[in-house]
């Protein structure tokens, strides 16, 4: 019989769940506790044998977690079973949005587990139902491919062998959300599975065999030769690079040898499609004014004819708008009772796999000097992990200072960076401001805030936003913070770099936040 034993030999950065008992007989089912009661299983999210995947609920940590049981029934060798955990371990050394962050590899009495961050958002066949746009499509399978590349280089695959391995993630990432590496997986096998996913979007049809619990995702319609139907005779909207890169990734022999060599044509595609909506409408020269129509008419009833048709054509233009803006509300408003943990649903805009449309807003202009701006929005932006409160951003620019949104309580005395790199609230202002100042209410010692600006709402790191102030320590209650802002920005970053306590606690509350525009 298996005797436990850990595979990590360095210290863990948060509390470990305890190894299962030898004869601990566990039941897989929602509402069970695992691990001496650490995760509590909510939702079963299918799985390839010998695999089960989980999203479960971290008592310790108070956030869900996603839980892949390696051969549960204990009916695998053991030579098997650690062959798996080990492989599973060095995936966990790479760190890309295309891969869910492994926070533990366990080996238990009757098997293993994998315990990884959730991928807030939809799995594959939940966003293939919505039918997203093949271009944003391409763009969303851009991470899972640069993880595979940077797994490939250091001699492990991802194993993506079962649709129900990978979810997209709000911020539009397709991420390899079930961390477990097979024995068998290989490179040529991952770049598969790659474009099988990306089939998959692409026209909502599964185009590899399907073993294990059913994903949902129908079976891909075959050609003559036994190959998955192109997508883009399906759907001749389908840009053709995308279709092609697709099809041959999914085909042994397609020609597709390498994670780099998808990746490069997926970016390929969607620089294509990008240069393409960048066009200019060709003008037609008008003919002369004595030329006879072609179909020898008069040129004036030429002239009706075609706007008349152009009238037509801006009103079903104008009616197909808003069907998909109904089609999108309805979409959100399912989306966000499915996933009760997003904090506010599935975003259309943030999961980016719609086209965009052909109008968009702009800035009517900047900031009055010297005023104070009021944000019109606040998320929290938490990069390394799930968001703080994310229910509660609102109540740190509500103008009340009875209410204050909180960070999460850490066990660490010095959360930032040891578990995370830290935690923010990203303010969204009402126009482009050159900021002068911003004021922060907080209620704990030893805090120190940075402030950053970002040229999008929803930044995937930190790296993508820009340093305004170097961090600065707060005291409990009033603080100013002057900021020597050269251009104005839309997003401000309020981004806790280092976490003090309130009474005792590793934790802050922020009560108020106002920005004031530079005089």
């Given at each position: 019989?298996?005797?436990?034993?850990?595979?990590?030999?360095?210290p863990?950065?948060?509390?470990?769940p305890?190894?299962?008992?030898?004869?601990?007989?566990?039941?897989?089912?929602?509402?069970?506790?695992i691990?001496d009661?650490?995760?509590?299983?909510l939702?079963?999210?299918?799985?390839?044998?010998p695999?089960?995947?989980?999203?479960?609920?971290?008592t310790?940590?108070?956030?869900?977690?996603?839980?892949?049981?390696?051969d549960?029934?204990?009916?695998?060798?053991?030579?098997?079973?650690?062959?798996?955990?080990?492989?599973?371990?060095?995936?966990?050394?790479?760190?890309?949005?295309?891969i869910?962050r492994?926070?533990?590899?366990?080996?238990?009495?009757?098997g293993?587990?994998?315990?990884?961050e959730?991928?807030?958002g939809g799995?594959?066949?939940?966003?293939?139902?919505?039918?997203?746009?093949p271009?944003?499509?391409?763009?969303?399978?851009?991470?899972?491919?640069a993880?595979?590349?940077?797994a490939?280089?250091?001699?492990?695959?991802?194993?993506?062998?079962?649709?129900?391995?990978?979810?997209?993630?709000?911020?539009?990432?397709?991420?390899?959300?079930?961390p477990?590496?097979?024995?068998?997986?290989?490179?040529?096998?991952d770049i598969?599975?790659?474009?099988?996913?990306?089939?998959?979007?692409?026209v909502?049809?599964?185009?590899?065999?399907?073993?294990?619990v059913?994903?949902?995702?129908?079976?891909?319609?075959?050609?003559?030769?036994g190959h998955?139907?192109?997508?883009?005779?399906?759907?001749?909207?389908i840009?053709?690079?995308?279709?092609?890169?697709a099809?041959?990734?999914?085909?042994?022999?397609?020609?597709?040898?390498?994670?780099?060599?998808?990746l490069?044509?997926?970016?390929?595609?969607?620089?294509?499609?990008?240069?393409?909506d960048?066009?200019?409408?060709?003008?037609?020269?008008?003919?002369?004014?004595?030329?006879?129509?072609?179909f020898?008419?008069?040129?004036?009833?030429?002239?009706?004819?075609?706007?008349?048709?152009?009238?037509?054509?801006?009103?079903g233009?104008?009616?197909?708008?808003?069907?998909?803006?109904?089609?999108?509300?309805?979409?959100?408003?399912?989306?966000?009772?499915?996933?009760?943990?997003?904090?506010?649903?599935?975003?259309?805009?943030?999961?980016?796999?719609?086209?965009?449309?052909?109008?968009?807003?702009?800035?009517?202009?900047?900031?009055?000097?010297?005023?104070?701006?009021?944000?019109?929005?606040?998320?929290?932006?938490?990069?390394g992990?799930?968001?703080?409160?994310?229910?509660?951003?609102?109540?740190?620019?509500?103008?009340?200072?009875?209410?204050?949104?909180?960070?999460?309580?850490?066990?660490?005395a010095?959360?930032?960076p040891?578990f995370?790199?830290?935690?923010?609230l990203?303010?969204?202002?009402?126009?482009?401001?050159?900021?002068g100042?911003?004021?922060?209410?907080?209620?704990?010692?030893?805090?120190?805030?940075?402030?950053?600006s970002?040229?999008?709402p929803?930044?995937?790191?930190?790296?993508?936003?820009?340093?305004?102030?170097?961090?600065?320590?707060?005291?409990?209650?009033h603080?100013?913070?002057?900021?020597?802002?050269?251009?104005?920005?839309?997003?401000?970053?309020?981004w806790?770099?280092?976490?003090?306590?309130?009474?005792?606690?590793?934790?802050?509350?922020?009560?108020?936040?106002?920005?004031?525009?530079?005089?």
């Amino acid at each position: 019989m298996r005797s436990p034993s850990r595979l990590q030999s360095t210290p863990p950065r948060e509390p470990r769940p305890e190894p299962a008992r030898r004869h601990e007989v566990v039941h897989l089912v929602p509402g069970a506790r695992i691990a001496d009661g650490r995760y509590r299983l909510l939702v079963f999210h299918g799985g390839a044998p010998p695999l089960q995947f989980w999203q479960a609920l971290d008592t310790a940590l108070n956030r869900q977690v996603a839980l892949t049981f390696v051969d549960p029934d204990g009916a695998l060798p053991e030579d098997q079973l650690h062959a798996i955990l080990s492989r599973t371990m060095r995936l966990s050394r790479i760190s890309r949005p295309g891969i869910a962050r492994v926070l533990d590899v366990v080996h238990t009495g009757t098997g293993g587990l994998v315990v990884a961050e959730w991928v807030r958002g939809g799995s594959l066949q939940e966003v293939a139902d919505t039918s997203p746009s093949p271009v944003g499509a391409a763009r969303a399978m851009q991470s899972l491919a640069a993880a595979a590349e940077a797994a490939h280089q250091v001699g492990v695959a991802l194993s993506v062998d079962h649709p129900s391995r990978v979810r997209v993630s709000i911020t539009g990432d397709v991420v390899l959300a079930f961390p477990a590496t097979m024995p068998d997986a290989t490179p040529e096998a991952d770049i598969r599975g790659i474009g099988a996913a990306l089939y998959a979007l692409l026209v909502n049809r599964w185009p590899l065999p399907e073993a294990g619990v059913r994903s949902g995702l129908a079976p891909a319609d075959r050609n003559s030769l036994g190959h998955p139907v192109e997508p883009s005779l399906i759907d001749p909207e389908i840009p053709f690079q995308i279709s092609a890169a697709a099809v041959h990734a999914v085909q042994e022999g397609g020609g597709i040898r390498s994670a780099s060599t998808l990746l490069n044509l997926l970016q390929q595609a969607t620089a294509v499609a990008d240069r393409t909506d960048l066009l200019s409408p060709v003008k037609e020269s008008p003919p002369p004014p004595d030329a006879p129509s072609p179909f020898g008419l008069p040129s004036t009833v030429t002239d009706e004819v075609a706007a008349r048709h152009r009238r037509i054509l801006i009103g079903g233009i104008g009616a197909a708008v808003a069907v998909i803006a109904v089609v999108l509300l309805l979409l959100a408003s399912v989306l966000s009772r499915i996933f009760g943990d997003v904090g506010g649903g599935l975003d259309k805009d943030r999961l980016g796999l719609n086209a965009p449309t052909s109008a968009t807003t702009s800035a009517t202009g900047s900031a009055v000097a010297g005023s104070t701006v009021k944000p019109v929005k606040a998320t929290v932006f938490s990069p390394g992990g799930d968001p703080d409160s994310p229910g509660q951003a609102g109540l740190a620019i509500d103008g009340n200072p009875a209410t204050a949104w909180s960070t999460d309580t850490y066990h660490d005395a010095v959360p930032f960076p040891s578990f995370k790199s830290g935690v923010g609230l990203l303010l969204q202002l009402p126009t482009p401001t050159v900021v002068g100042n911003v004021t922060i209410d907080i209620s704990s010692t030893g805090t120190k805030v940075q402030l950053r600006s970002s040229p999008t709402p929803t930044p995937a790191k930190l790296e993508d936003t820009a340093v305004l102030t170097p961090p600065t320590p707060l005291q409990p209650g009033h603080n100013s913070i002057p900021v020597k802002a050269a251009s104005p920005t839309s997003n401000l970053l309020v981004w806790i770099s280092t976490l003090g306590t309130t009474a005792g606690k590793s934790r802050a509350d922020i009560s108020e936040i106002t920005v004031q525009a530079a005089p």
